[in-house]
């Protein structure tokens, strides 16, 4: 499937990580949203939803269960 990568626009606040994280830089900031601009590139290595701190992100084309009900405090 196309759509390895998808972010919600209304949950991302714009704080940059996922594009920082991303080792195949499939994430672009425009206007303030993150935009999976090169999804064709993903891994599915996780490293972005794992990081968003507003589980914006989604992968693949299942469903995937929310693993974490809760994020972890720093
Ligand atoms: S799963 Fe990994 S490779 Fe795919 S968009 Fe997220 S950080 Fe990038
Ligand atoms: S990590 Fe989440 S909130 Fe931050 S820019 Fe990426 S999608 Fe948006």
């Given at each position: 499937?196309?759509?390895?990568?998808?972010?919600?626009?209304?949950r991302?606040?714009?704080?940059?990580?996922c594009?920082?994280?991303?080792?195949?830089?499939?994430?672009?900031?425009?206007?303030?949203?993150?935009?999976?601009?090169?999804?064709?590139?993903?891994?599915?290595?996780?490293?972005?939803?794992?990081?968003?701190?507003?589980?914006?992100?989604?992968?693949?084309?299942?469903?995937?269960?929310?693993?974490?009900?809760?994020?972890?405090?720093?």
């Amino acid at each position: 499937m196309s759509e390895k990568v998808t972010v919600n626009t209304e949950r991302c606040i714009g704080c940059g990580i996922c594009v920082n994280i991303c080792p195949a830089k499939v994430f672009q900031l425009i206007n303030g949203k993150a935009y999976p601009v090169n999804a064709e590139r993903c891994l599915l290595c996780r490293a972005c939803k794992t990081h968003c701190p507003v589980d914006a992100i989604s992968l693949g084309s299942r469903v995937i269960q929310r693993e974490n009900n809760h994020i972890q405090a720093s």
